[in-house]
């Protein structure tokens, strides 16, 4: 099962701040938070990921609460493009618990 | 550089047949996973191979067998085929598997 917990559905408008939250309450001191989004039909697309440290790079940011039970990847500029079914995953490193385990994620809808 | 590339992208196959999908990693990275996404669930964890030993399993039946090949590419074959087996099958590559798994456009089977 997956350890994390998002809302289903959420909208924003186009040029705004996408802000995306997620909860992981029983992560563990060494698992990543990762975040992936897939466009209708096509293969997940890897955002960012991150540990403790707010993480930042070309398409979006990821802030982790310092007890790191949560986090909120933000979309700087929603553009139509950016209308995706997002997945927030935590996972360990190393060792047989390396794959992805996958929710039902969060589907943006970016209006005009 | 290539991203991840899967063959077939569509594939139509009957009740009781058999089927092998096909995955090309990124250059340089040794490690390929394997997912099924069925219709509006997340992707769920198959097989993941690392220099052509299995690393790990998910919870499908024997049906379900992978293979790598020396050069890092990988097949993912299924059997005795049930329509319930009709989904898309998604590769995804990672330098040994432990760090950020790319993934491929994916097959999407029909089984009828």
């Known amino acids: 099962d997956a350890k994390t917990t998002q809302p289903p559905s959420m909208d924003c408008a186009e040029g705004r701040a996408a802000n995306l939250p997620c909860n992981h309450s029983?992560?563990?001191?060494?698992?990543?938070v990762y975040w992936y989004r897939q466009i209708h039909s096509q293969g997940p697309q890897y955002i960012i990921h991150?540990?403790?440290n707010n993480e930042t790079n070309e398409m979006a940011s990821l802030i982790i609460t310092e007890d790191r039970k949560s986090s909120t990847l933000i979309l700087p500029h929603a553009t139509l493009r950016d209308t995706a079914v997002y997945y927030c995953?935590?996972?360990?490193?190393?060792?047989?618990?390396?794959?992805?385990?996958f929710g039902k994620g969060i589907t943006l809808s970016v209006r005009p | 550089d290539a991203g991840v590339t899967q063959s077939p992208t569509h594939l139509i196959k009957t009740r009781g047949q058999h089927v092998t999908l096909r995955c090309s990693p990124i250059?340089?990275?040794?490690?390929v996973s394997w997912y099924q996404q069925v219709l509006g669930q997340g992707p769920q964890f198959i097989f993941q191979?690392?220099?052509?030993?299995?690393?790990g399993r998910g919870n499908f039946p024997d049906r379900f067998s992978a293979r790598q090949f020396p050069n890092y590419s990988s097949e993912l074959n299924v059997n005795a085929l049930l329509l319930g087996d009709s989904a898309l099958y998604l590769c995804?590559?990672?330098?040994?598997?432990?760090?950020?798994?790319?993934f491929g456009p994916g097959t999407r089977l029909l089984v009828l």
């Open positions: 995804a590559s990672s330098l040994q598997g432990a760090e950020t798994q790319y």
């Open positions: 029983t992560i563990s001191g060494n698992e990543y």
């Open positions: 991150g540990l403790k």
């Open positions: 995953i935590v996972r360990a490193p190393t060792g047989a618990n390396s794959k992805l385990t």
């Open positions: 250059s340089g990275h040794k490690s």
């Open positions: 191979y690392y220099e052509k030993e299995e690393r």
